[in-house]
């Protein structure tokens, strides 16, 4: 048993290592084809992403809640539950977690407790939506989890126009600032990166420790078809909503580590993109724990150095999205070329 789960482990990771590395290679060809040198525009990418403390702070603050989110889209996948909305439940998160803010006086450190309690609730929530119309009314996971992200983009814009718009903030679309003895602690003098690192990894550790629970099998059962997991003797339509809930509570984490830790505040376009990118870290990493860590690193430090390599050369940071859109062609034609690739292996056996 062991033994084929290090050679699955294996099989994966090179996947996704020649995945990587052919999306990189086609968008040298981008680079080349806009006359600059590939080899040293990636060089400005790679000295972007990584040449300082200041700049891996800067992947690190991407990373933390890209892979956070990740996770969470990736127990919703396994279950086959194709759950889009981590945006929204995102959002709707970084609202319930700033109210508590705010708007309710406590301790600082009751405060550091509630708060995230409450970002995970409010995703939570949000997503279970989406888990009871599938169940209900066999409603499709996809456009009710895609229409709920339009519903809690415009229930943001409301808020930080509305009621929770800061007073006196020349009518800006945010929020009051976090007091700061609530605020997530930076880990070195003048950067940016902070304790949200330590409530990844923690996060990290207890899906390892998940997919190894009875749970965990239930919802990997899941995957398999409702059918099976009702003639196992479990509840599928209840395993379907806990899923979705529990999918939806690590990205109603993120809105709190955005709002504490990043932005300090609530404000319109908080984590916007973050949604795309977690389903494509999530793909990228072949739902495993392990693979998101590295594939939320390798998009992090693509968004740094990209952002860098804009500054220092002609080329746009376009390119970045070019990569990533290289990434999920080459992952959905992984299978097909395999399938060929096997059928033709295949066929050679049986000439032989």
Same mark, same amino acid.
């Given at each position: 048993?062991m033994k084929r789960?290090l050679?699955?482990?294996?099989?994966t990771?090179?996947?996704t290592?020649?995945?990587?590395?052919?999306?990189?290679?086609? $968008?040298? =060809?981008?680079?080349?084809?806009?006359?600059?040198?590939?080899?040293?525009?990636y060089?400005?990418?790679l000295?972007?992403?990584?040449g300082?403390?200041?700049?891996?702070s800067?992947?690190?603050?991407?990373?933390?809640?890209?892979m956070?989110?990740?996770l969470g889209?990736?127990?919703?996948?396994?279950?086959?539950?194709? @759950?889009i909305?981590?945006e $929204?439940?995102?959002?709707?998160?970084?609202?319930?977690?700033?109210?508590?803010?705010?708007?309710i006086?406590?301790?600082?450190?009751?405060h550091?407790?509630?708060?995230?309690?409450?970002?995970?609730i409010?995703?939570? =929530?949000?997503a279970?939506?989406?888990?009871?119309?599938?169940v209900?009314? @066999?409603? /499709?996971?996809?456009?009710?989890?895609?229409?709920? @992200?339009?519903?809690?983009?415009?229930?943001?814009a409301?808020?930080?126009y509305?009621?929770?718009?800061?007073?006196?903030?020349?009518n800006?679309?945010?929020s009051?600032?976090?007091?700061e003895?609530?605020?997530?602690?930076?880990? $070195? #003098?003048?950067?940016?990166? @902070?304790?949200?690192?330590?409530?990844?990894i923690g996060v =990290?550790?207890?899906?390892?420790?998940?997919?190894?629970?009875r749970?965990?099998f239930?919802?990997?059962l899941l995957g398999?078809?409702?059918?099976?997991? /009702?003639y196992?003797g479990? /509840?599928? /339509?209840?395993?379907?909503?806990w899923?979705m809930?529990?999918?939806?509570?690590?990205?109603?984490?993120?809105?709190?580590?955005?709002v504490?830790?990043?932005?300090?505040?609530? =404000?319109?376009?908080i984590?916007?993109?973050?949604?795309?990118?977690?389903?494509?870290?999530t793909?990228? $990493?072949?739902?495993?724990?392990?693979?998101?860590?590295?594939?939320?690193?390798?998009?992090?430090?693509?968004?740094?150095g990209?952002?860098?390599?804009?500054?220092m050369? #002609?080329?746009p940071?376009?390119?970045?999205d070019?990569?990533?859109?290289?990434?999920?062609?080459l992952?959905?034609?992984?299978?097909m070329?395999?399938?060929?690739?096997?059928?033709r292996?295949a066929?050679?056996?049986?000439?032989?």
């Amino acid at each position: 048993m062991m033994k084929r789960r290090l050679r699955s482990s294996i099989s994966t990771t090179w996947q996704t290592a020649v995945i990587v590395v052919a999306a990189l290679l086609l $968008g040298a =060809l981008f680079i080349a084809f806009a006359g600059e040198s590939p080899l040293e525009c990636y060089g400005v990418m790679l000295e972007g992403a990584l040449g300082s403390m200041s700049r891996i702070s800067e992947i690190m603050i991407k990373m933390v809640p890209l892979m956070i989110m990740a996770l969470g889209v990736s127990i919703a996948f396994r279950a086959k539950l194709w @759950n889009i909305g981590a945006e $929204g439940q995102m959002i709707v998160g970084a609202i319930t977690s700033a109210v508590v803010g705010l708007y309710i006086p406590l301790p600082p450190w009751l405060h550091m407790i509630i708060a995230p309690i409450f970002g995970m609730i409010g995703g939570a =929530l949000w997503a279970m939506i989406a888990g009871w119309l599938r169940v209900r009314f @066999n409603a /499709n996971e996809v456009i009710t989890t895609m229409m709920l @992200n339009y519903v809690a983009l415009y229930l943001l814009a409301y808020m930080v126009y509305g009621p929770m718009q800061e007073p006196g903030g020349y009518n800006y679309p945010q929020s009051s600032s976090m007091a700061e003895s609530i605020q997530l602690t930076p880990l $070195g #003098a003048g950067l940016r990166v @902070n304790t949200s690192v330590f409530v990844a990894i923690g996060v =990290l550790i207890l899906i390892i420790l998940f997919w190894r629970s009875r749970f965990g099998f239930t919802v990997d059962l899941l995957g398999h078809g409702t059918k099976i997991t /009702n003639y196992a003797g479990l /509840n599928a /339509n209840r395993t379907i909503i806990w899923t979705m809930m529990l999918s939806g509570a690590l990205s109603g984490l993120v809105g709190w580590i955005e709002v504490y830790g990043v932005h300090f505040r609530l =404000l319109e376009g908080i984590g916007a993109g973050f949604g795309d990118l977690a389903v494509v870290i999530t793909l990228l $990493g072949k739902m495993s724990p392990i693979g998101i860590l590295f594939a939320s690193f390798f998009i992090s430090a693509l968004l740094v150095g990209g952002a860098t390599m804009q500054r220092m050369t #002609a080329i746009p940071y376009s390119i970045v999205d070019i990569i990533q859109g290289l990434v999920i062609v080459l992952l959905i034609t992984q299978p097909m070329i395999q399938q060929k690739l096997q059928a033709r292996k295949a066929r050679g056996i049986y000439v032989e």
